[in-house]
């Protein structure tokens, strides 16, 4: 008797933790969205409902730009990031211990620092080439502060593999590019799409090394919100992240929903 | 693989070019967050077949750097007072005479020739406005908002809101003394730092734009805002429960201009904007989207009653009597810095 109220009392105690975890996780983002619709463009008092911050937002160019330059260098700066850092994940990976461990230390650097130092270091050294701010030079260091992430999320699926694995592929018949495409990628796939979900993140999260390292009218969503600081955040950025957050939350659902129909198959 | 690598080329290449081949003249603009009406930008580029790309940023030092740096070649940008003095003084500004152009008559005469520029060689005012006391009139006293005493009153204890600025809380610490705002005296300075570090019990949040949020829920009763920020809450609130007042002891009066920084490619362009700005059409249409001062006296009629009906929008002289624009303290803002630095940390 005594052990099932235990029980039941655990169970209780798990059920309301598990829930305050997610309402600490989610309120902000479902207040945030509940005022995108809220009449009043200060987070005051419920207002009446409107769809006017929707409007204005797709009439309003500055943010449309700023939104597609934000996922453009997103979806750039990690297909690059991913195949570069999935190579020289490779390729740390089948080094000697001393200079697998000085490449590593290298790694760190864009993930220690921070973010200012990246970001001005960057800028200086693009002027110093004479090369003009703009789209490139963004893309560029998005890739260079995305590679480390990718490696971190390759390499232990490497070590995980079995040492022999590729050698037993190529024993049986398999050149080293097939072995390469059909045995050692699906393995450290969960790697990489690690690190690839990583780098996106980060990307469109960025605004520090954005901001240093852009210009000539190419801004990012995160420079465009940050310099709302001296005016109050305008709902168009409430409306935005609304509809931001739907796609990504369809999106999930959809891959989630493939997947459960993939094992399903297989069982 | 292949294909990956193929089209990640294509992709770059794409961008690439369509970066170059523009015939069409490109007017980069570096302007504060929010700080126009954007229609504007969309009915230049209209008149004039020239091309508007415009960029924002938070404070006067990031602009700064970038601009420092080079990397973009900006032609028109909107700095405040202070800044556009340290600019003049490094030699990153151009010369244009801003009289010559045919909307500066519409400046007021008392926002032309200001101590940041005094011949208007280099640049144009925009908005303009003070930093003062935004209140809540049902939670405080009025006759208690003339002074910045109100600020340090035990009454209110809970209930003050600062602004998260070095400057503009040193300023009211140093005319509460009965000091310059631009003082560069270490007593002084050590007193100022001594009575904002005194004050903090009573304080209930340094704060920036969310400001208008928490006086808006009646979260506090008092703070210390620019103009047109607090503008802004007494248009929102209406102005039978909130106030806005310049104490008598003096405060902060600041400019942000247009100006063209060296190294742009299209001076003549430049000016061209700067007097489209000054227009009073224009002008009026942004004054009535941004709500901050204008200081552009031509429409001082046209302005919607609303505007009008904002107290301190457009103070007179006497009110304005103690009132200094910040000057770079160049050196010793290091000791600013410093005295900031212990008042945030205690």
């Excluded at chain 2, 007494?234 to 007042?245: A, F, Q, R, V």
Aim: charge should be negative; aromatic fraction near 12%; hydrophobic fraction near 45%.
């Amino acid at each position: 008797m005594v052990n099932s109220f235990r029980s039941i009392l655990g169970s209780v105690f798990k059920n309301i933790y598990t829930v305050l975890i997610f309402t600490f996780l989610y309120l902000p983002i479902v207040v945030l969205i509940v005022y995108s619709f809220n009449a009043s463009k200060y987070a005051v008092g419920w207002d009446g409902f409107t769809l006017e911050w929707y409007v204005k937002l797709f009439q309003d160019r500055a943010i449309m730009k700023a939104f597609y330059y934000t996922i453009s260098v997103a979806v750039l700066s990690t297909l690059i990031a991913t195949v570069v850092g999935t190579f020289a994940a490779i390729g740390i990976h089948n080094m000697k211990p001393l200079r697998k461990q000085l490449i590593l230390n290298i790694n760190n650097l864009p993930l220690l620092n921070p973010d200012i130092v990246t970001g001005v270091s960057m800028m200086v050294l693009f002027v110093f080439f004479k090369a003009q701010l703009g789209f490139i030079t963004m893309l560029i260091a998005h890739v260079t502060f995305n590679i480390p992430y990718v490696i971190l999320s390759v390499l232990p699926k490497l070590r995980q593999m079995p040492k022999d694995i590729l050698e037993a592929a190529m024993d049986l018949g398999a050149t080293p590019w097939y072995a390469f495409r059909k045995v050692i990628i699906p393995e450290i796939s969960p790697g990489i799409v690690t690190g690839a979900l990583i780098a996106f993140t980060m990307s469109i999260d960025d605004f520090v090394i954005s901001f240093f390292t852009t210009g000539n009218g190419v801004s990012n969503l995160s420079i465009y919100v940050y310099s709302m600081a001296r005016r109050g955040i305008n709902p168009k950025i409430n409306a935005l992240s609304t509809l931001m957050f739907v796609s990504v939350l369809i999106l999930l659902l959809v891959v989630n929903k493939r997947q459960g129909k993939e094992s399903k198959k297989i069982l | 693989m292949k294909k990956l690598l193929f089209l990640m080329l294509a992709g770059l290449l794409l961008v690439t070019a369509t970066a170059c081949g523009e015939k069409q003249v490109v007017l980069n603009v570096y302007n504060w967050g929010d700080y126009i009406d954007e229609t504007i930008l969309t009915d230049f580029e209209e008149e004039y077949n020239i091309k508007v790309n415009y960029e924002m940023f938070a404070s006067n030092e990031d602009m700064y750097v970038k601009m420092k740096q080079g990397g973009t070649k900006y032609d028109v940008a909107f700095p405040s007072d202070y800044m556009i003095e340290k600019m003049v003084r490094e030699d990153m500004l151009v010369e244009f005479d801003a009289t010559a152009l045919d909307n500066f008559k519409n400046i007021g005469e008392k926002f032309t020739g200001l101590s940041y520029d005094p011949d208007n060689k280099y640049s144009v005012p925009y908005l303009w406005g003070t930093v003062g006391l935004v209140y809540n009139k049902e939670l405080v006293d009025e006759e208690d908002v003339m002074s910045w005493d109100v600020l340090f009153d035990e009454k209110y204890n809970g209930q003050i809101l600062m602004y998260d600025s070095q400057r503009d809380s040193l300023a009211v610490a140093f005319k509460k003394l009965g000091y310059s705002l631009n003082s560069t005296d270490p007593q002084e300075l050590e007193e100022a730092k001594q009575l904002l570090i005194d004050q903090k019990k009573l304080v209930l949040a340094y704060v920036t734009d969310n400001i208008k949020t928490m006086m808006l829920s009646d979260e506090a009763a008092i703070g210390v805002d620019y103009s047109g920020d607090a503008f802004q809450i007494l248009l929102e609130g209406g102005i039978d429960k909130y106030g806005y007042s310049v104490p008598a002891e003096g405060s902060n009066m600041w400019f942000d201009a247009m100006v063209i920084p060296k190294g742009s490619e299209h001076v003549e362009e430049a000016k061209l904007f700067i007097d489209y700005m000054s227009r009073p059409e224009v002008a009026l249409k942004n004054v009535e989207y941004v709500q901050y001062s204008t200081p552009n006296t031509a429409i001082m009629g046209d302005l919607s009653d609303e505007l009008k009906s904002i107290p301190y929008a457009y103070p007179s002289d006497e009110e304005l009597d103690h009132c200094e624009v910040f000057v770079d303290p160049g050196a010793f803002v290091e000791e600013y810095n410093k005295a900031w630095v212990e008042i945030k940390a205690n």
